[in-house]
């Protein structure tokens, strides 16, 4: 029996939030726009390791996020696709990704054990290039740059975790 899929709108997917866990998994929170259609009964959330080839969807109720948890490193994929009581399905809603790496990000910067504003001198110093530290990229990005204080000043004020 193949499932027709009706092409109920469902605009952008959106991450939340990707946090690590202490034993290195990710967890990984997504939020999306509800469809337009009526009558719908709920979404289905598709993950996989390449893009436009996922595995078995996660079946969710009426509701517009889900956290897809315990990913372990590597390049995951998501795409969410509305369904209503007779099983019709919708297309598949933009494809976003999340690059999870083996560790998460070390927020201590100058090594003192603590994460506190002297990490944020640090991490400014290896910007400007008056240090010659390895390490800041803590948002994965492939830079060390304004961006990565940004994050380190929410890990600070308490507003994110850095692992």
């Not at 948890?69 to 390049?75: E, P, R, S, V």
């Not at 690059?99 to 994460?115: E, K, L, M, Q, R």
Request: hydrophobic content about 35%; glycine content about 12%; overall charge negative.
């Amino acid at each position: 029996m193949k499932i027709r899929r009706y092409r109920y709108p469902l605009p952008f997917l959106l991450f939340l939030i990707c946090s690590f866990t202490r034993a290195m998994a990710a967890d990984v929170s997504l939020a999306w726009d509800p469809s337009i259609s009526p009558n719908i009964y709920g979404y289905k959330v598709y993950v996989g390791s390449g893009s436009r080839n996922y595995g078995t969807p996660i079946t969710i109720g009426n509701q517009t996020e889900h956290t897809v948890t315990g990913l372990a490193a590597g390049t995951y994929y998501f795409a969410v696709t509305a369904f209503d009581g007779d099983g019709n399905e919708s297309d598949f809603s933009n494809e976003v990704f999340q690059t999870i790496g083996s560790s998460g990000p070390n927020c201590n910067i100058n090594g003192d054990s603590s994460v506190n504003v002297l990490d944020l001198q640090a991490l400014a110093n290896i910007i400007l290039g008056v240090s010659s530290s390895s390490g800041g990229d803590l948002n994965g990005d492939g830079r060390v740059d304004v961006m990565d204080l940004q994050l380190l000043s929410n890990v600070i004020l308490g507003l994110r975790s850095c692992q």
